[in-house]
Nanobody, 128 residues
Framework: QVQLVESGGGPVQAGGSLTLSCTAS????????MVWFRQIPGKEREGVAS???????IYANSVKGRFTISRDNAKNTLYLQMNNLKPEDSAMYYC??????????????????????WGQGTQVSVSP
């Protein structure tokens, strides 16, 4: 099982940008499906964006056109470039990995209950 470490969160004003990183251990990282999730207290963890081993990308409707998911297999790192941030983007952001390489056949990111391996998360706080 890979170990995941998220970083890059912090405070930012509305309209600003942040880039989150998720570094994974293991030498088969390039074959994994990788997913970004976010969660605010009292709410379910929601999928933000997924990227499978074939390069297929799915975004949640709420972030389309503003967020970009990408990966650098040489660095075992997943990224989430977040532009035009809104206060409602404030949340703890997590990444998750699936060794099968398959993310989902749905037009939305996969559900959090499919995953049981999580990093510690990185907090994003967007002020108005």
């Amino acid at each position: 099982q890979v170990q995941l470490v998220e970083s890059g969160g912090g405070p930012v004003q509305a309209g600003g940008s942040l880039t989150l990183s998720c570094t994974a251990s293991g030498d088969t990282y390039s074959t994994y499906c990788m997913v970004w999730f976010r969660q605010i207290p009292g709410k379910e963890r929601e999928g933000v964006a997924s990227l499978d081993s074939d390069g297929n990308i799915i975004y949640a409707n709420s972030v389309k056109g503003r967020f970009t998911i990408s990966r650098d297999n040489a660095k075992n790192t997943l990224y989430l470039q977040m532009n035009n941030l809104k206060p409602e983007d404030s949340a703890m952001y997590y990444c998750a990995a699936d060794a099968t390489g398959f993310c989902t056949s749905s037009p939305t990111p996969p559900p959090a209950e499919w995953y049981d391996n999580w990093g510690q998360g990185t907090q994003v706080s967007v002020s108005p």
